[in-house]
């Protein structure tokens, strides 16, 4: 019988959007592959791939006390019934949750932990006191025998270990990669520079000085084009009011794109990428810009600055400073011969350090060292 892997997601979306190449690697490898997440539209895709899907019925970022014990139950039965050999928490809330759920069961235990979340990056009251929680559960939890933690960037490392993780269960491995086949080299596009932002409406992702950059820009008499490509999560706590995003909308210069099915389409038409984020494990829309062959603009943030580095294919800027933002923008849209070297430098780092292909075999190698580790 092959060796059977369960991934815990909260969303079928984004499973397929973020964890899609590691299932594949697994599959690849000879592992039977589950997947347990709540089922919205993209539970026929997930079957597509041969992999066996469960659904759930659960909320994310619930706050009822019964329906999270609810859960966990629910979650232990299905541990219980497929038994798996190793379940891959993916984010902080199926972590907790499904590390919960696998107490006193034999099972090994991945949780990945990507960016650390609203908790750990919002100033709130509410966020400081969940992130309290937070931490007292991660260092019982995550200490665990049978139990890693795995995370994207090298400063996320540091701060699980600063929580009271051991560092021997902290494993490291850059995202999940992207498809370099089928994300290559674009053309810049004609008509006037565009900058595009591709991700969740999120306070913490800077969309409000990204917008103030631009405005500050057009100010100066050097306006920009700016796509946004994305929606709200109203699940998340820093979620962006729709009542925002429509004065967005109605801004000049500035296109709403909602989803985009193909993200090439958003860096055909773009010359620049920008993610102001305030914090993240390895953001996926630079790593396909990248791959694209785009230049970057980011915040000097852990996470943004693994993949966009200052001075060879990315301008690196504070957080939550539009000023300086604007001063990064206008400085690529300005200058093309910076643009294409910092675009040809993005496809390289992609090519080298990044590929599904890559971190496919790197998961698949993580795997296979915790089923056969006895601690």
Known sequence: MPTRILFLVTEDWYFVSHRLPMARAAREAGFEVHVATRVDRHGTAIEAEGFHLHPLNWRRGSANPLGFLIAIRRIRNLYRLIAPSLVHHVAMQPSIMGSLAASGLPMKTLNAVAGL????????????????????????????????????????????????????????????????????????????????????????????????????LAARGRPIRLLLAGEPDPANPASIPRATIDAWKRQPGVTVLGYVADIRTVWSAAHIAVLPSRREGLPKSLLEAAACGRPLVATDVPGCREIAREGVNAILVPSDDAPALADAIDRLASDPELRRRYGAASRRLVEAEYSDSRIGRDIVALYRSLLVDSR
């Open 117 to 216: 979340g609203f908790a750990f990056t919002s100033g709130t009251i509410k966020a400081r006191l969940v992130g309290t929680a937070l931490k007292v559960l991660i260092r019982g939890l995550f200490n665990r025998p049978n139990c890693t933690v795995l995370v994207q960037n090298p400063d996320d490392r540091a701060a699980v270990a600063a929580l009271g993780i051991a560092a021997d269960k902290i494993a490291l491995i850059p995202g999940s990669g992207v498809d370099i086949d089928h994300l290559t080299p674009l053309p810049e596009p004609e008509g006037p520079v565009t900058a595009a932002f591709v991700g969740r409406f999120l306070e913490d992702k800077g969309l409000r000085p990204l917008l103030e950059a631009c405005n500050i």
